[in-house]
């Protein structure tokens, strides 16, 4: 099984700030099988890049996916008020497996 | 618009069993292999089980394996699971996932349901 870690466990930041959040796995996939998704309280999680860096039908441009091999980046350019919120990375080169998430809250 | 609407969650004792649906419209649904995927209270995601369009191939995480059955009606549009031996661990909100292109269930999932909660409890 291909583990997927998401840092940090909690990101506290102000709106319109940069946010960098990581995802590295266990072994190296293709970019081709990384996704990224945001999650709200109370809400299903809403994909947001797939094939690491394509961004999803209707999201904004200040998310943007990098990276190959183990390593893996959703930025966030300038942060809006609706942007805080929980994010999943996930990987699909095998059984589908997700991150343990990371925590974007308002400082 | 593309929409999934699960059902069938609710109060369940340890050891017994439910059966949770998902109706799908506004695409294809033949086409699309599909997922669950489960949440239990206060973590994080876990796929659970999926299924291909025709429905001949099917694949289950190991923590579901032997207990829990997925399965489709394509003239009904609509996705199951069957669980069965039901512990205090699968208490979760279960989610239906359709991937983002035809073809197997190793996509990203664009349309999600709205979830249906499973608690597990005596």
């Known amino acids: 099984e291909i583990v997927l870690t998401q840092s940090p466990g909690t990101l506290s930041l102000f709106p319109g700030e940069r946010a960098t959040l990581s995802c590295r796995a266990s072994?190296?996939?293709?970019?081709?099988?990384l996704a990224w998704y945001q999650q709200k309280p109370g809400q299903a999680p809403r994909l947001l890049i797939y094939?690491?860096?394509s961004r999803a039908t209707g999201i904004p441009d200040r998310f943007s996916g990098s990276g190959s091999g183990t390593d893996f980046t959703l930025t966030i350019s300038r942060l809006e008020p609706e942007d805080f919120a929980v994010y999943y990375c996930?990987?699909?080169?095998?059984?589908?497996?997700f991150g343990q998430g990371t925590k974007l809250e308002i400082k | 618009e593309v929409q999934l609407l699960e059902s069938g969650g609710g109060l369940v004792q340890p050891g017994g069993s439910l059966r949770l649906s998902c109706a799908a419209s506004?695409?294809?649904?033949?086409?699309?292999?599909m997922s669950w995927v489960r949440q239990a209270p206060g973590k994080g995601l876990e796929w659970v089980s999926g299924?291909?369009?025709?429905?001949?191939?099917?694949d289950y995480a190991d923590s579901v394996k032997g207990r829990f059955t997925i399965s489709r009606d394509n003239s009904k549009n609509t996705l199951y699971v069957q669980m069965n031996s039901l512990r205090a661990e699968d208490t979760a909100v279960y989610y239906c996932?359709?991937?983002?292109?035809?073809?197997?269930?190793?996509?990203?999932?664009?349309?999600w349901g709205q979830g249906t909660m499973v608690t597990v409890s005596s």
């Open positions: 996932a359709k991937p983002l292109k035809p073809g197997g269930w190793n996509r990203a999932f664009d349309i």
């Open positions: 506004g695409f294809s649904f033949s086409n699309y292999a």
């Open positions: 299924i291909s369009g025709s429905g001949g191939s099917t």
């Open positions: 072994q190296s996939i293709s970019s081709s099988y």
């Open positions: 094939g690491a860096s």
């Open positions: 996930q990987q699909f080169v095998t059984s589908p497996t």
